[in-house]
């Protein structure tokens, strides 16, 4: 089990500084560069290093403060797990994208609640950005991401490929007439998910291999909820990248329609992501697998 220097030690990787460190664990600064110099010796590693009085994690400082967060969240999961048995009930934290937990798994998760009445599932709502945090933090077991991620930093398995797609309304007039490419569209509003979510990573990335930005639009919206985006797409109020999956009733109706352009086309992945080296690993790939075994009707 982690010990009380191992707090220290993730306090100071947290806060970047002993003396905050120190407040946070309500003891001094002198114990906290103790518990330290305690680890470094134990490790044979520097932990630690400053440069321009600013403190940096070590190459090797990072890989403790990984294996470290693992650790004390698998000790957390055990924790709840033996509080469980003595109820027979089982609690499992499920982190889910807007996109994803909206339009691409909810029959799967009926199916999944059907099949294990003994389960408590709890299900988080957030972008790519907040889901990670959570999961370092410990506070959901497992996330299922529809943008980027540092992949070495997790396990994972892919739940399905999609289509990213840009999309407008149906009778939708074009500043620049039938728009071919990308550069074309920059005098239409865009519609954009904001910062930290995985939809809108993934579009930045792809403006940025063609030397533009988000900024590059003539008008631009936030928006942090998918549902509204689609709801001013449908209003005529601009055009937007998205998963062709969260418009796909919308694409059949006829009420909006895919923007074609010849420089543009995109499949991205969505992931099960865990934390990696974790003692639940063979635990929660079954979870995966049977959440993929019951896929269910939506659209690709």
Known sequence: MLDFRTDTFLAVCETMNFTEAARRLHITQPAVSQHI????KEYDIKLFSYCNKQLYLTQAGEILRKRLMTMKNDQLAIMNEIRNESHKMESLSIGVTMTIGEYAIVDKIADFLISHPEINLHIHYGNTTQLLTLLDEGMINLALVEGNYPKENYEHKNYSTEEYIAVCA??????????ETMQELVQERLLVREPGSGTRNILEELLLARG???????HYTEVENMHTIIGLLKRDCGISFMYKIAVADELKSGTLKEIRLSDFKMQHDFDFIW???SIYTEKYIGICEELLKKRGSYID
């Open 37 to 40: 110099r305690f680890l470094e």
């Open 170 to 179: 149906r009778d939708h007039i074009f500043k620049e007439k039938f728009p």
């Open 212 to 218: 533009m930005g988000i900024k590059d639009f003539l």
């Open 275 to 277: 934390e990696k080296g």
